[in-house]
């Protein structure tokens, strides 16, 4: 008899996107993706961090300040970085992503055929580039379902 206590494709999924985020360098908020296509196989991951090539500990990783010295015109988001990443044509696929996707990151969402988004938090519901993800999400057709994770237990 088969064991019941496997996880999901969610959980397993949206576990790989948490690890991801643990790659990030920003002190304030890590953010995970993990791109799967039709067939449940993984095509793509990403965090949120500096574009290749960037030493980590030559840029800002403020929030606030003067622009040029916060972390925002120089990081590049988890979502963004999963599709570069990605191994193939990303058209149907799903997105398992930490952190609801910006609206920046919801245009390559949708750029890139992208028609599924899976994700545990929403920290900036109501704000205005929220409301314009949103906008573009439902103008493309592109799914969305908030979870919560499950527990990730090992039998040892």
Known sequence: MKRKDYI????????VAKLSALRSKDPSTQVGA??????KRI?????????KGLDDSSFAWEKEGSFLETKYPYVVHAEANA????TQNLKGSTIYVTLFPCNECMKLIAQSGIK?????????EGKD???A????????GIKYRQIKMEEITLNE
């Open 129 to 131: 580039f929220n409301v």
């Open 43 to 51: 095509v793509g991951i990403g965090y949120n961090g500096l574009p």
């Open 34 to 39: 993990c791109i799967v296509n039709e067939e």
């Open 8 to 15: 999901s494709w969610d959980t397993y999924f949206m576990g």
């Open 133 to 140: 993800s949103f906008k573009i999400m439902e103008a493309a």
């Open 83 to 86: 599709i570069l990443n990605s």
């Open 116 to 124: 599924e988004i899976v994700y545990v938090s929403n920290k900036d």
